[in-house]
């Protein structure tokens, strides 16, 4: 064996060493590609149901706010009412007591000036 071909011998040995180091990064690469797409289409699929939970949850809470409106108009409602029905009652105990004191309605209905009668109308 001469010196040339030994030279020749490494060189090749070299050569396909290298081409099995690159095969070999090749392979440990798509492996970690193939992991990262997984990984990726995981994360795709977890955003996914995430976003649909947000989604309801951003739903319930909107359905929460207009039941607690409307429950809110309906005592303010109801407040308004018996403040009405209050009065109401009022009136009627001061048109009951001014007729036992002897002063019929007519009566007061006229002293009172015409410009005053709309605001005290009893």
Known sequence: MTASTTSLIVAHQRRDDHYY???????????????LEKA????IEDHRSLQSQLDDVLSERDDAFARTRELLNQADTRRSDKADVSMKADMDRLRVDLYVVGLPLRF????????DRRARRI
């Open 21 to 35: 180091q690159l095969q070999s990064e090749r392979s440990r690469m798509q492996l970690e590609k193939d992991a």
């Open 108 to 115: 007061i209905h006229h002293t009172i000036p015409h410009s």
């Open 40 to 43: 990726h289409q995981t994360l």
